[in-house]
């Protein structure tokens, strides 16, 4: 079993930048392909961006490709999200997922965090 703790989320105006972070535990980290997702109210889960394990290959969503980036850690078993220049619509509940492989992380995860909420003012 895989547990995924997510930090870093808050209030940020429009135009700022925050930095998720995403601690695992329970497996070795670095066998893990690690993505990112976020839910807003009334919509449905959707995929934010992954890397791969060991960083190589990278995958972003079109509405947030180049103002975030995923990066990891493998030494401290950490992922992260940093986000920049954020807009109204990037507020959510964003999710730390882990999986085996990058094309099962992008679409159907096998681990979840509980997720940290984003709140960007306008």
């Known amino acids: 079993q895989v547990r995924l703790v997510e930090s870093g989320g808050g209030l940020v105006q429009a135009g700022g930048s925050l930095r998720l972070s995403c601690a695992a535990s329970g497996r070795t980290f670095s066998n893990l392909a690690m993505a990112w997702f976020r839910q807003a109210p009334g919509k449905e889960r959707e995929f934010v961006a992954a890397i791969s394990r060991r960083g190589s290959s990278i995958y972003y969503a079109d509405s947030v490709k180049g103002r975030f980036t995923i990066s990891r850690d493998n030494a401290k078993n950490t992922v992260y999200l940093q986000m920049n220049s954020l807009k109204s619509e990037d507020m959510a509940v964003y999710y730390c997922?882990?999986?085996?492989?990058?094309?099962?992380?992008?679409?159907?995860?096998?681990?979840w965090g509980q997720g940290t909420q984003v709140t960007v003012s306008s």
């Open positions: 997922a882990a999986g085996d492989s990058t094309g099962d992380v992008t679409s159907r995860p096998t681990f």
